[in-house]
Every structure is written in structure tokens, then in C-alpha cells.
């Protein structure tokens, strides 16, 4: 049973606009939420994450949103760059370990 | 300097050969992850050490084994390779007390199973 879920697999956005990525997840227990951004033939880097107890975590053209009462946090990006395409993964964390969306492939058409 | 590696990067191997993939970290972190990424599934834990005397199993640890040899080197073996142990595996780091929870990756090894 997938604990964090990210139901879209890609998203194309054009340059300047507004990128918003989407992630659900079923585990209340959860204290972390996490955004990788993963480029081809390297590792996943950390972007930004929001505790548990915030409802928003706000860096540079990131920012995320967290809704407690409906299991879900969304990743704002403005304005998109083409930089920006990537496989975007959405994690949880429990206990030190993390639970990983399938990812989405965002990309930025300039 | 990277300050996650992992060796090797790219690995071709045959079914029921032992393969060993190795992990190095200069970040000082006490804890250390093995993950598994397919296509289409995300990344999945397959081991984690909290600290050299500490190994635990994850979400798909069967057919793997781990050794930390030090806080700073974390193993992971393949006794006996089967085609779908064919993957993209990422060795991570964590910390107590870390600002934003994260963990951090190395580049990943490549593994093919024939």
C-alpha cells in the first residue's frame, strides 16, 4: 500500500510560469515532508522540506504547502526555469527513514 | 570533493554471481541508507544503520545483505544476483538533529543482471 503517492507523472510548464507539483500521503505519523529533485545519471538532492507542525516553508522560488487535514503537500515553483526539469520526488519521513512518492517529470519549455 | 560515493558506478553481471556495491561518506553522519530505484516505483529502503552496531532491515531487504564497516563505509551485497535485482541503487546519509530532516544521496550504481 503506497504510503505517499504522486498521481501525476509528468507536468510541462512553459518558462516564467508558475510550476506546482502535488503529493499525497496516508501515514499520520509522518514528521518530515521532503522534495528531491532528481537529474538523469545523478543522485536525489534535497530542495526544501516543512515539518509536520507548519503548514508552509518558504525558499527562494520554492515553497511548499502542507495541509494536515487532507494528507496533502504541493511544491511551488516560480518562476519555472528550464533549469527546473527534472524527476521531482516527494518523501515522508517516520522514525529517520523515508517513504518516496514514484516521482514526477517536471519540465520547463523555454 | 563529492561527499557521498558510491563504487562502482555501473555494473554488469551474470545471474547467481555475489556482487558487493561500496559506500563512502566524508559528512560525518551516524546514520546511512541502501535504496533501490525502478522505473516507475520511486526509491525504496532496502537497509539502514544507525550507527556501525546497528543494522536494520527495510521495505525489500530479501536477497540483500549489509555490512558497516565503519561510520563511515556501509556495503551492500548481493549473496546471489537474480535479473530483477537489475536497478538504479542510491546509498543515502542522515543525522540527528539536521535542520530539515533530509538525507543525502550519492550518484548510484547501475546494476544489470543477465
Known amino acids: 500500500d503506497q504510503q505517499v503517492k504522486q498521481n501525476s507523472p509528468s507536468l510541462s510548464v512553459q518558462e516564467g510560469r508558475i510550476s506546482i507539483l502535488n503529493c499525497d500521503y496516508t501515514n499520520s505519523m509522518f514528521d518530515y515532508f521532503l522534495w528531491y529533485k532528481k537529474y538523469p545519471a545523478e543522485g536525489p538532492t534535497f530542495l526544501i522540506s516543512i515539518s509536520s507542525i507548519k503548514d508552509k516553508n518558504e525558499d527562494g522560488r520554492f515553497t511548499v504547502f502542507l495541509n494536515k487535514s487532507a494528507k496533502h503537500l504541493s511544491l511551488h515553483i516560480v518562476p519555472s526555469q528550464p533549469g527546473d526539469s527534472a524527476v521531482y520526488f516527494c518523501?515522508?519521513?517516520?522514525?529517520?527513514?523515508?517513504?518516496f512518492g514514484k516521482g514526477m517529470k517536471l519540465t520547463v519549455n523555454p | 570533493d563529492a561527499d557521498v560515493t558510491q563504487t562502482p558506478r555501473n555494473r554488469i553481471t551474470k545471474t547467481g554471481k555475489r556482487i558487493m556495491l561500496e559506500c563512502s561518506q566524508t559528512k560525518g553522519h551516524d546514520r546511512m541508507y541502501w535504496y533501490r530505484q525502478d522505473p516507475g516505483l520511486g526509491l525504496r529502503l532496502i537497509y539502514y544503520s544507525f550507527d556501525v552496531k546497528d543494522i536494520n532491515k527495510g521495505e525489500i531487504s530479501d536477497g540483500y545483505s549489509v555490512s558497516r564497516q565503519a561510520q563511515a563505509k556501509f556495503s551492500l551485497s548481493l549473496e546471489s544476483a537474480i535479473p530483477n535485482q537489475t536497478a538504479l541503487y542510491f546509498c543515502?546519509?542522515?543525522?540527528?538533529?539536521?535542520?530539515?530532516?533530509?538525507?543525502?544521496f550519492g550518484p548510484g550504481t547501475r546494476l544489470t543482471v543477465l
Open positions: 518523501a515522508a519521513r517516520r522514525s529517520e527513514k523515508l517513504v
Open positions: 543515502a546519509t542522515g543525522g540527528l538533529g539536521l535542520e530539515f530532516g533530509e538525507q543525502f
